[in-house]
């Protein structure tokens, strides 16, 4: 049984502690705001870039550009950029990132495809390094001190377009956190390359083809192809990591929010426990000193 200084150093360091998680919960949510307020501002302009690129591809027989699936590999070799976060305490966030990734190159593994890694953010490559340290290219670091760059985005995007060009590599997917809301997240792979071009005569009859509207370009599909789809990736990377921070800063404050309760609990339970070992060590010593003058 502890005594009665030992629980009352444990009540002061659970205070203490309760402290250091309400900071973190009200800096989260501060946080919070301006990283769902940026993600939500990217998601339309993200959106429609992905639209103009699946109009381009789709529009004729676009199946001989620059960037479209590449038939003469003779190894496949699948790139991953797994963004995750520079810190912990929130939560399930990083663990989740971890769990898919993994998932995703055991189902990889069994068709055949290998894989190499591009993480952004430590948790991840510190958790990942141990198993797949041979085909890491790189790890960035800090990338959201204090905002996320499109510069940033644009190296990455660099990165993967010399690794792809090279034939390196033969696709490449984006592995991110898709905010919702505070308390809901999910993990996600968007494919980035190669672009494919859907099979115009699916469902052609049925009247569910969406593009229906036809536009012409000046200069050629194929050229602008080459050029718009660069930027597509590098968009959809920003916008993939804007998505990360927000659900990050969400699942911190859900973590820390949590962690505060837990707190409060926990001193309420051993302020208890303190009051009735004080009270049990009063009746012990009251019951001694009647003892004594009754056997005096």
Do not use: W
Not at 2 to 23: C, F, M, W, Y
Not at 145 to 155: L, Q, V
Not at 261 to 283: K, P, V
Request: aromatic share 6%; hydrophobic share 35%; charged share 25%.
């Amino acid at each position: 049984m502890p005594s009665l200084k030992d629980l009352r150093n444990r009540i002061s360091s659970v205070k203490s502690t309760k402290k250091i998680t309400s900071a973190m919960k009200m800096v989260a949510a501060a946080k919070l705001k301006r990283a769902q307020d940026n993600a939500e501002k990217t998601r339309p302009y993200a959106e429609k870039m992905m639209e103009v690129v699946s109009s381009l591809t789709n529009k004729g027989n676009q199946t001989s550009f620059k960037f479209a699936k590449q038939k003469d590999v003779s190894k496949k070799t699948t790139l991953l950029l797994v963004c995750s976060a520079d810190r912990g305490l929130c939560g399930g966030f990083n663990g989740s990132i971890i769990k898919f990734t993994k998932k995703l190159v055991d189902q990889l593994k069994t068709n055949g495809v290998n894989t190499k890694f591009i993480f952004v953010g430590k948790k991840a490559y510190q958790a990942l390094k141990r198993l797949y340290s041979d085909t890491t290219i790189d790890n960035i670091s800090d990338f959201a001190n204090p905002s996320i760059k499109f510069e940033i985005a644009s190296s990455v995007r660099d990165k993967v377009l010399d690794l792809y060009e090279k034939n390196e590599i033969s696709e490449c997917y984006l592995i991110y956190t898709k905010f919702k809301s505070a308390i809901s997240q999910n993990v996600e792979a968007l494919k980035l390359l190669p672009v494919e071009v859907e099979d115009k005569n699916v469902d052609s009859d049925s009247g569910t083809q969406q593009n229906s509207i036809s536009y012409d370009y000046e200069p050629s599909e194929e050229f602008l192809l080459e050029e718009i789809i660069p930027r597509n990736i590098a968009v959809q990377i920003h916008s993939g990591l804007l998505e990360n921070l927000a659900s990050e800063q969400g699942s911190r404050m859900t973590a820390m929010d949590n962690a505060t309760r837990n707190a409060n609990d926990m001193i309420d339970n051993l302020t208890l426990f303190y009051n009735r070992s004080r009270q049990a060590l009063i009746t012990k010593e009251l019951i001694e000193i009647i003892s004594g003058a009754e056997a005096v």
